[in-house]
């Protein structure tokens, strides 16, 4: 069962990385987020992973798609809010 208070924790969390990425011009800084993002996932409920993730298993884990991941996860997640 996915609880709201798992949304709105994982809601918070990624709205908040996704507005420094999208605004950051450092490659560090993005490395950063995109490595702090794949942790938190790991430790993420895995129903609301799955639920964000609609079967992609590589879905804000694979760096050539991470900038369109975080936005599609932020807008799923305040969808379920």
Known sequence: MIT?????TAYSFLHQKRN???????????????YAIASYVDD???ELYNAIAEGNADFLRDHRRF?????IAVE??????
Do not use: T
């Open 44 to 46: 993420m409920s895995q």
């Open 4 to 8: 709201r208070d798992s949304i709105e």
């Open 20 to 34: 420094v990425y999208i605004n950051s011009s450092l490659d560090w800084q993005r490395d950063d987020i995109e």
């Open 67 to 71: 900038e369109e991941d975080i936005k």
């Open 76 to 81: 799923r997640l305040e969808s379920m809010l």
